[in-house]
């Protein structure tokens, strides 16, 4: 069985200016993904072959709001 892939993706509100996310977010994304917290969601992942996503939600002004993990929904 593959390893799952993880995908970060940034949601912010309609009409926030759009901008990449710092270096420092992104290795911050990065050690989230290999805590031993997210073990349980990568093993569940691994074993539906299935991917795992995190998003991050900002508010209008950029802020980080919520981070979401879940596992990406199967292909229709």
Not at 22 to 36: G, P, T, V
Not at 48 to 64: C, L, N, T, W
């Amino acid at each position: 069985m593959k390893t799952p892939t993880i995908q970060f993706k940034f949601r912010r509100p309609s009409g926030a200016p759009t901008h990449a996310p710092s270096e420092a977010m992104q290795d911050a994304l990065r050690r989230l993904s290999q805590a031993e917290e997210m073990q349980p969601l990568l093993k569940k992942a691994q074993a539906a072959g299935r991917e795992v996503v995190i998003e991050v939600f900002h508010s209008k002004d950029g802020q980080p709001l919520l981070i979401h993990t879940a596992l990406m929904p199967e292909a229709s």
